[in-house]
Antibody, heavy 124, light 110 residues
């Protein structure tokens, strides 16, 4: 059974740092694309970052240069290092596996499994 | 960067009615790259549709997706009580690489 369990959220002051973890089971993190998606209180979903199986990483403009996605293959765990945090980074952060499928056209990419989320609050 | 717009913002319907949700892209999107999710309060999103029209594992056949180019639709043929939720469309971009979500449509009980 595929499971994703996030941890590491909490209250942090503006300008501070936090590292989120996402422990995976039932599949191999390094063989999949993995992503972080966040949701500010009462708002919609916002994609944050993705790491490809080959190791390439991509970020939303809103976090580029401040956040770093990585993984530990030995622990089968995904991470999000968040630096220079701002009030607008306050959100529930979800890790998600990127599923893929080919059906007669370009390969599809979508989020097929999600963790339960961890809340990050940036406030003084 | 492709922007997704969803309409209506809120859809008020009764159980048993048909729901039609729209997702419009600011430029043409490969249908392979379009997905739909359902989210209930306090829960993580759940994948419903990928590749614009393929149902995810375990999704009831009352959910269907269609569309191409810039216009995509999620249809719920007969609303069940558990279908009242927020629905998001999402696209994958190859240039720049990344994902984009629409703002969501809330389906609530009339």
């Amino acid at each position: 059974e595929v499971q994703l369990v996030e941890s590491g959220g909490g209250l942090v002051q503006p300008g501070g740092s936090l590292r989120l973890s996402c422990a995976a089971s039932g599949f191999t993190v390094s063989s999949n694309y993995m992503s972080w998606v966040r949701q500010a209180p009462g708002k919609g979903l916002e994609w944050v970052s993705v790491i490809y199986s080959g190791g390439s990483t991509y970020y939303a403009d809103s976090v580029k240069g401040r956040f770093t996605i990585s993984r530990d293959n030995s622990k089968n765990t995904l991470y999000l290092q968040m630096n220079s945090l701002r009030a607008e980074d306050t959100a529930v952060y979800y890790c998600a596996r990127v599923g893929t499928m080919v059906r007669g056209g370009p390969r599809s990419y979508y989020f097929d499994y999600w963790g339960q989320g961890t809340l990050v609050t940036v406030s003084s | 960067e492709i922007v997704l717009t969803q309409s209506p913002g809120t859809l008020s319907l009764s159980p048993g009615e048909r729901a039609t949700l729209s997702c419009r892209a600011s430029q043409s999107v490969s249908s392979s790259y379009l997905a739909w999710y359902q989210q209930k309060p306090g829960q993580a999103p759940r994948l419903l549709i990928y590749g614009a029209s393929s149902r995810a594992t375990g999704i009831p056949d009352r959910f269907s997706g269609s569309g191409s180019g810039t216009d995509f639709t999620l249809t719920i043929s007969r609303l069940e009580p558990e279908d009242f939720a927020v629905y998001y469309c999402q696209q994958y971009g190859s240039s720049p690489r990344g994902f984009t979500f629409g703002p969501g449509t809330k389906v609530d009980i009339k």
